[in-house]
């Protein structure tokens, strides 16, 4: 199940979009670029974690693209939800359009076929480099990069973005958290000072660090009033990428431009990619209606995040006769957790037996069957989906991880691989349900009058959170399963706009959580699951985890070594994380389902870890005149 609302959508978690750049880049790079004075680090040109850079300095462009693609046409899509800001760089204001995206770059930025080393190549920076014991880090500004309104990219606009979005948005504050500074080091040149060394991240996340132009938020909009990036607007943004955002129609619309005066046309990474003339966003309040546009051909590609829907919402005439395409693309980019998380800071939820109690009660293999078509697998793992993923008992590796903390962890990390409650029968189901009330009893809650209650007589009551209304579809089974134990379930749908409000501050009582994982997980986990980010507004900690162990394990996976220590740390992280019951794990698919319209051509061997629509497709013009509709 795709975890992104809406294909253009970018959430809280989601600013890392362009290119798929990597969540993190981590560990032991290679050196390719200019040599370096004598003590001094090398100039670097590209990265990769655990192996050499597929791509070597002076290459033209990435295997898998099309360097004569052509240029032109159109590109619509369409995003469930509204939007009431196009500044998508505020963490606690407003419900920002990720459409507009496009218009930022990066420093560095990922290629498509090797997320799993981890490689970056240069974009706005041409060059970084840091010193053996991973201090500071420094990049180079590439002299040729200019905002769209013609005015160069400097080592200010760098300094500028990164102190500005280290305090506006929660999430850069913990991601950069140990990065203390960033000053300028030359003409060309910004440098990044760490709190201490060792980290061997932090020089290559900074590759992600978005580059904002200071010029233009701290300058006056057409009607002379002064800009703030910390407040919302609906003016279009600029950027120094490919694209321009030339229409905002607040809540409904967004469309981009491509901009013939890009600087940054000729590099190696942008050759055959950025290929449509105009990209546009049309937005749906309701997915039922949103599917229906698509149908009628209001726009052209579609990411299904349903199964019911990929199942039996495809039967229809333009599928039949080939003008809409369906395509099955393997997810192999990241691994995940979506869960039911549970808010820990509220006294109910902080016994695990509890949690474990809540997880008896979902009946996930009654839904696979019935509301999921088999589509999806019960997710087992906070990585699930990679090698980082955790199986069976711990090794030797792991147990030197663990041993220090026995007295800290649920004695099961050593004992009892973890497993999700298995139902699917009416006997498997019985037993679950049994076995729920008997934990719910130890914790102190028993069912009197039909409710489960605790000494006090105060019934257990759940209220679920969501903005989405395909939630129903698995919540409203549950809510079933629980008052069969005496727990009533309230099922509480918001817009976009409160859901944002109230998750920022954490007033939640249950909530569906998704958490991405990048093949080289890394100072990010921190956000997700450390102590310092639990009662952060607008932290990624949803669930509250509050853990010493968790943290000193957070720290072994942020302090790796090597590509081998990372995963036998993370695999420990994993097991912990499991044992202490903090989530009800949800479902996944191991695909990406795609359908669009028979308008466009893609390079015949699309890349391993991306669909790359729109950034290597392009526009066909004598396929689209055979589907009835030519821009």
Known sequence: MPFERGYAMIRPSGLWTRRLVAACLAALPLVLGAPALADEPAWRTATALGGEPR??????????????????????????????????????????????????????TASLDELDISASYPLVADAMRYPDDFAWAEYRIDPAA??????????????????????????????????????PAGERIVRFTFDAPGNRELPHIL???????KHWWQGTDAAGKPRNIRETTLEPPLGSGPYKVTAVDPGKRVVLSRDPAYWGAKLPVNAGANNFDRLSYEYYLDPTVMMEAFKGDKYDF???????????????????????????????????????????RLPKYQDPRIRRALNFTFDYETLRRTVFFDLYDRIDSYFFGTDLASKGLPGPDELALLEPLRDKLPASVFTTPYANPVGGTPEAVRDNLRQAVALFAEA??????????????????????????????????????????????????????????????????????????????????????????????????????????????????????DREALVTATHAL?????????????????????????????????????????????????????TGLSR
């Not at 102190?444 to 209220?463: A, H, L, Q, V, Y």
Request: hydrophobic share 40%; glycine share 8%; proline share 5%.
């Open 302 to 344: 579609r990411a299904e995040r349903s199964a019911k829907m990929w199942a039996t919402g495809y039967d229809f005439p333009a599928r039949a006769d080939g003008r809409v395409v369906t395509l099955t693309f393997p997810r192999s980019a990241t691994g995940v957790m979506q869960a039911l998380a549970l808010n820990l």
């Open 207 to 213: 590759s992600q660090l978005y580059v904002l132009p």
């Open 146 to 183: 200019r905002w769209q309104d013609g005015q160069p990219v400097t080592v200010d606009d760098v300094v500028w973005s990164f102190d500005t979005l280290k305090e506006i948005y929660p999430t850069f504050t913990s991601y950069y958290a140990h990065v203390v500074k960033a000053e």
């Open 55 to 108: 791509y070597s300095q002076g290459f033209t462009h990435f295997d898998y693209v099309n360097p004569d693609a052509p240029k032109g046409g159109e590109a619509r899509f369409g995003a469930e939800g509204s939007f009431d800001s196009t500044n998508v760089f505020l963490g606690i204001k407003g419900t920002p359009t990720g459409a507009v995206a496009l218009a930022y770059e990066t420093l560095f």
């Open 574 to 626: 994993d097991r912990a994380l499991l044992a202490g019951d903090y989530v009800i794990p949800l479902f996944y698919s191991r695909n990406n389902f795609y359908a669009y319209w028979n308008r466009f051509g893609h390079p015949a061997d699309l890349p391993k870890y991306s669909v790359g629509f729109p950034d290597i497709w392009w526009y066909d013009a004598a396929k689209a005149a055979a």
């Open 444 to 561: 102190g809650w028993t069912i009197r009058d039909g409710k489960m209650r605790n000494g006090s007589g105060e019934p257990f009551r759940i209220e679920f959170l969501t903005n989405d209304q395909l939630n129903e579809r698995y919540m409203s089974p549950y809510a079933k399963a629980l008052a069969r134990i005496g727990i009533d379930l309230d099922y509480r749908l918001v817009d976009d706009a409160q859901y944002q409000n109230l998750m920022r501050d954490f007033r939640f009582d249950m909530t569906t959580a998704i958490w991405a994982e990048s093949l080289s997980p890394g100072n990010e986990q921190r956000e997700y699951w450390g102590s310092q980010a639990a009662d952060r507004p607008g932290s990624r900690n949803t669930a509250g985890i509050k853990d010493a162990a968790i943290d000193a394990l957070i720290d072994k996976v942020v302090f790796a070594t």
